[in-house]
């Protein structure tokens, strides 16, 4: 039976009768196959204690220990009672700890912050390094799975920081939201004990050190080291903000290298060599230490991944480059810059423009206009518009008239329309340079058709690569274990978002090609779009 069948059944046999817990009961397994704890978050009676008790059965021939702390707790209720008979007859300080803490396989603590210093700290070593020291003597912990849990976070100031660092993946359990789930748990009146466990499911412990070393031996792509790095930045531009250096999210190198491990243990427990993109999904619940921090941080994981998870494995920088060199090649071959000569209108005082000679009948008098202010001017062409025209006769232009004034284009240079009438614009010949185009050569066009050919080349292989991540990554990324199958529209939409990019790269080189291909030669460079 291949791992992720075995594990798979596995889950299923212990999210049996429980609802709604399927997440948090394969995180915990994951958490404890990888050799790390976690931490539930979450009011009394949603069924976190219940977990812990469910995971016993995950290996065989288990020890269980659960206990509920509380200010009073002693070492001795945890650790165990300090032997009399050691104490007495051999002068050592010794504790009984069969039974307890030190012999479990499956520990769940309960209220965990409320534990007092001396239990914190003889935690700490046994979480780090699964070693407990008894008087003289160091013993090896067998523990594989530690669950803490708590309706409220570790205090500041408290001295609990080193503690809450321990706890690799951090769950808010919630209760019942599905209404047929609610009904069914309500009614459901059998035993939720699990009598119909099959106990082969169990891992042993030689099954537990060789998956340990497995694990040791999966790989990371280089894209998922650029993924951690992208939450990495997010995280430290978070905390570079002012409003958020009071609260800051910390992950520690030791947190980031045991996040890494979790990410490995999910690629072996789902029959893979290496570390996919669902699996930095993990990330979301390992990073976050304050409860408003939960939606930002999976907001930072599904971004990292979904904008960068192909972005090292998929350089689309090379083929941008090319497009650009070519076009400047382009440029430069098929377009030249000469001097024409151009009408420009005659500027009175920089603020109007001079209409020739004009006549207009007005209230029984004849007047001569012939300026328009040059705002107006601009503003002309759409549609008639009532504009001020003045008398230059007038010194101070005091005497003006509205009229609705249009804008007329023709051979013969630029006309206002007033009132229907057109009246010449007065213009003075100036030079401008402007650029035109010419046929480049055919050893050039020639070489051009190479590059086309080299660029489109490589963008087929491109999207073969993509192909290939389709058929490898998205064959299974919506069967992870351990990860919501919906998170799988973000790795596929990184790919489909990178193919739609190399397509269009493709149609602007193409459009590229047909432009050169096809110029007219002395033609006013009108902004082609080829060039574009």
């Not at 799975?145 to 408290?158: C, T, Y």
């Not at 996919?276 to 976050?288: E, N, P």
């Not at 024409?340 to 004009?358: G, H, L, M, Q, T």
Request: charged share 30%; aromatic share 10%; proline share 3%.
């Amino acid at each position: 039976m291949k791992v992720k069948t075995r594990i798979d059944k596995l889950l299923k046999a212990l999210n049996k009768g429980v609802y709604e817990k399927e997440e948090v009961m394969a995180l915990s397994l994951l958490t404890a196959i990888a050799g790390d704890s976690i931490f539930l978050l979450g009011a009394p009676g949603v069924a976190k204690s219940l977990i812990a008790r469910r995971l016993k059965y995950a290996f065989k021939d288990a020890q269980s220990f659960e206990y509920l702390m509380n200010r009073f707790s002693t070492p001795d209720e945890i650790f165990g009672p300090v032997s009399i008979s050691k104490l007495k007859d051999e002068d050592k300080y010794e504790r009984v700890v069969d039974n307890y803490l030190p012999t479990a396989t499956v520990v769940f603590l309960d209220e965990i912050w409320k534990a007092g210093p001396s239990i914190q700290n003889a935690l700490l070593t046994v979480i780090n390094e699964k070693i407990y020291r008894n008087g003289d003597k160091e013993i090896k912990v067998p523990m594989k799975a530690l669950i803490s849990a708590s309706n409220e976070l570790p205090m500041k100031g408290e001295g609990l920081e080193a503690l809450w660092d321990r706890f690799i993946v951090r769950y808010e359990v919630e209760a019942i939201s599905e209404m047929s789930s609610f009904n069914e748990m309500i009614s459901n009146s059998s035993n939720l004990g699990m009598d119909h466990f099959d106990a082969k499911l169990g891992v042993s412990d030689d099954e537990y050190t060789q998956w340990s070393k497995a694990i040791d031996a999966i790989g990371i792509p280089e894209n998922i080291f650029n993924v951690i790095h992208v939450i990495r930045n997010y995280i430290r531009e978070y905390n570079e903000k002012k409003d958020n250096q009071q609260v800051p999210i910390y992950v520690s190198d030791r947190r980031w290298k045991k996040i890494v491990r979790l990410m490995r243990a999910s690629a072996f427990l789902n029959d893979r060599k290496e570390v996919d993109l669902m699996d930095c999904f993990l990330i979301s619940h390992c990073v976050w230490n304050e409860q408003n921090q939960i939606a930002l941080t999976s907001q930072f994981t599904n971004d990292a991944i979904e904008k960068h998870g192909y972005s090292v494995s998929i350089d689309l920088s090379a083929l941008k480059e090319e497009l650009e060199d070519l076009k400047k090649d382009v440029k430069s071959e098929t377009s030249y810059t000469k001097s024409v000569p151009v009408k420009k209108p005659v500027a009175v005082y920089d603020k109007f423009y001079r209409i020739a000679n004009i006549n207009t009948k007005t209230y029984g008098q004849y007047e001569n206009f012939k300026l328009i202010l040059i705002k107006d001017f601009k503003n002309l062409g759409a549609s008639y518009k009532e504009v001020q025209v003045f008398n230059d006769s007038d010194s101070e232009r005091s005497r003006t008239r509205y009229y609705h004034c249009d804008l007329k284009l023709g051979s013969n240079g630029i006309s206002v329309v007033i009132d229907s009438t057109a009246y010449k614009l007065e213009s003075e010949s100036k030079t401008k340079r402007k650029n035109f185009t010419k046929s480049p050569h055919s050893a050039v066009t020639k070489e051009w058709g190479k590059r086309v050919q080299m660029f489109l080349t490589t963008s087929s292989n491109t999207k073969a690569q993509i192909d290939h991540y389709r058929n490898t990554d998205l064959k299974h990324v919506r069967t992870n274990l351990f990860v919501n199958p919906s998170k799988a529209d973000l790795v596929e939409q990184n790919l489909y978002k990178t193919e739609r990019d190399i397509e269009k790269l493709e149609v602007d080189i193409k459009g590229l090609e047909h432009g050169y291909r096809n110029i007219k030669a002395d033609t006013e460079e009108k902004s082609p779009k080829y060039l574009s």
